[in-house]
């Protein structure tokens, strides 16, 4: 089983920064890919960000320029560093694992979520 929990959301300014941390605990084998997805109230729920396990990211286009995505694999971290916020970017931030644990096929894990809010 592999245990995913996010940190470092909050209130912050139209314009300002927030860094988001998520770790991936447990009988883990490999990691394939870490990524970053939210959802506001009555949306569905969408891609932010993507890094697969080569190094490749992925943004929505909402985000890119503004947003980066980062890894830390001696810690099993993943980041996401947002700047420039909009009060639109206000969501609910989840982090998802696609990880083998050991002795399991691969399957993708989910946190509980970060509540991100943008707003003066």
């Known amino acids: 089983q592999v245990q995913v929990v996010e940190s470092g959301g909050g209130l912050v300014q139209p314009g300002g920064s927030l860094r988001l941390s998520c770790l991936a605990s447990?009988?883990?084998?490999?990691?394939?890919?870490m990524g970053w997805y939210r959802q506001a109230p009555g949306n569905e729920r969408e891609l932010v960000a993507h890094?697969?396990?080569?190094?490749?990211?992925t943004y929505s286009d909402s985000v890119k320029a503004r947003f980066t995505i980062s890894r830390d694999d001696a810690k099993n971290t993943v980041y996401l560093q947002m700047n420039g916020l909009k009060p639109e970017d206000t969501a609910v931030y989840y982090c998802q694992t696609t990880a083998q644990s050991i002795g399991v096929a691969v399957d993708d894990y989910w946190g509980q979520g970060t509540q991100v809010t943008v707003s003066s």
């Open positions: 447990g009988t883990i084998f490999v990691i394939h890919a």
């Open positions: 890094i697969s396990r080569g190094g490749i990211t």
